[in-house]
Antibody, heavy 119, light 111 residues
Framework: EIQLVESGGGLVKPGGSLRLSCTAS????????MNWVRQAPGKGLEWVSS????????YYADSVKGRFTISRDNTQNSLSLQMDSLRVEDTALYYC????????????WGQGILVTVYS | QSVVTQPPSVSGAPGQRVTISCTGS?????????VHWYQQLPGTAPKLLIY???NRPSGVPDRFSASKSGASASLTITGLQAEDEADYYC???????????FGGGTKLTVL
């Protein structure tokens, strides 16, 4: 069974840092581009960042550029998101998602991990 | 706000048909980037519903269909069922933003 399990969320004050992790199983992790997508409470989906199979192509949404860093460890089947200089507006459920090799759809999604930035 | 527009809400009675639109521009859907659709049931993670504009993953009922034309796409649900009540999102890519984009989402209410 293909699974993506996020961890590392929690409460943090504005300006603080948090590191999210995602552990993948059930598929060849190193063969897929991976992404983070977030959803603020009661709001829609927002793509955050993507990383290619070999970590050579990395992209960020403008809203997190310069503050978040995506990385992966193909030997450990893991994806990470280092979040620095957190803002109240970063409060959201963060999903780890696998990107199709063909036409950039997202499947599957992890269960999500909550990050709350409060002042 | 999203660069791709969806109606905030749609509704229909059981058995009826509803259509959810997804309107983009020349830098995304109109630039021939594929559109994908997701269903998010209350309290759960989004689930892939349609990929590559018109394709259903295995396990998705054929009551769900989609199309794309120009800078717009649409999702149609026929034979509405109570279990279809959920939020629906379209997704594409935008060349100006150089990133994945989602529509704002549409809440489907089954009356």
């Amino acid at each position: 069974e293909i699974q993506l399990v996020e961890s590392g969320g929690g409460l943090v004050k504005p300006g603080g840092s948090l590191r999210l992790s995602c552990t993948a199983s059930g598929f060849t992790f190193s063969s897929y581009r991976m992404n983070w997508v977030r959803q603020a409470p009661g709001k829609g989906l927002e793509w955050v960042s993507s990383i290619s199979t070999g970590s050579d192509y990395i992209y960020y949404a403008d809203s997190v550029k310069g503050r978040f860093t995506i990385s992966r460890d193909n030997t450990q089947n893991s994806l990470s998101l280092q979040m620095d200089s957190l803002r109240v507006e970063d409060t959201a459920l963060y999903y780890c998602v696998r990107e199709s090799t063909h036409t950039n759809y997202f499947d599957p999604w992890g269960q999500g991990i909550l990050v709350t930035v409060y002042s | 706000q999203s660069v791709v527009t969806q109606p905030p809400s749609v509704s229909g009675a059981p058995g009826q048909r509803v259509t959810i639109s997804c309107t983009g521009s020349s830098s995304n859907i109109g630039a021939d980037y594929d559109v994908h659709w997701y269903q998010q049931l209350p309290g759960t993670a989004p689930k892939l519903l349609i990929y590559g504009n018109i394709n259903r993953p295995s396990g998705v009922p054929d009551r769900f269909s989609a199309s794309k034309s120009g800078a717009s796409a649409s999702l149609t649900i026929t034979g509405l069922q109570a279990e279809d009540e959920a939020d629906y999102y379209c997704q594409s890519f935008d060349s100006t933003l150089s990133g994945v984009i989602f529509g704002g989402g549409t809440k489907l209410t089954v009356l």
